[in-house]
T-cell receptor, first 112, second 116 residues
């Protein structure tokens, strides 16, 4: 599965949009982009995933570039409870879960 | 719906002792996983099971064993604990065959293990 690159940390003001980038330049055609987050001491939580179209759910939006080499997770109105480590993962749906490789992620701090 | 339940929540264990971390899911997911998380090293896969009766090794399997006698339960055993196994352990499950959802992982709340 393709590797991803994310910034180590980011800050965002409460109430503003948080835009978390992820580079996955070696992504292949059948690989999806998944986003998870981990709030301190809790288990990671699934946020959203996509293949090539932009996706939106109640938690976030996922914008994938046309060449699929990068993506951005958008939290439209960040709250203090969104402070967490955010993981971007690419993997094929055909693969079993052993290929969910969690990198160091981006530590997002939402500031009051 | 409970999702995934892990037990114990935390445990202090003497080196050399045997320990089993329990994991139960009620989502009828075919696949289950054990990860450990250490400061600065992120989440690393220990063992996985794609279906009841089968298991496989992940990135860091040494010192651990698992079994999958049925769909719901996936215990992780440390036969003889060592201090380097001090970590937070997360169990996860997924419907990896994609019949429901898209194979995303669902995690338990973790078991904090300290080996002295």
């Amino acid at each position: 599965d393709a590797k991803t690159t994310q910034p180590t940390s980011m800050d965002c003001a409460e109430g503003r949009a948080a835009n978390l980038p992820c580079n996955h330049s070696t992504i292949s055609g059948n690989e999806y982009v998944y986003w998870y987050r981990q709030i301190h001491s809790q288990g990671p939580q699934y946020i959203i995933h996509g293949l090539k179209n932009n996706e939106t759910n109640e938690m976030a939006s996922l914008i994938i570039t046309e060449d699929r080499k990068s993506s951005t997770l958008i939290l439209p109105h960040a709250t203090l409870r969104d402070t967490a480590v955010y993981y971007c993962i690419v993997r094929s749906r055909d693969n079993y879960g052993q290929n969910f490789v969690f990198g160091p992620g981006t530590r997002l701090s939402v500031l009051p | 719906i409970a999702g995934i339940t892990q037990a114990p929540t935390s445990q202090i264990l003497a080196a050399g002792r045997r320990m089993t971390l329990r994991c139960t899911q009620d989502m009828r997911h075919n696949a289950m996983y054990w990860y450990r998380q250490d400061l600065g090293l992120g989440l690393r896969l220990i063992h996985y099971s794609n279906t009841a009766g089968t298991t496989g090794k992940g990135e860091v399997p040494d010192g651990y064993s698992v079994s999958r006698a049925n769909t719901d339960d996936f215990p992780l055993t440390l036969a003889s604990a060592v201090p380097s196994q001090t970590s937070v352990y997360f169990c996860a499950s997924s419907d990896s065959r994609g019949r429901r959802g898209h194979g995303e992982l669902f995690f338990g709340e973790g078991s904090r293990l300290t080996v002295l």
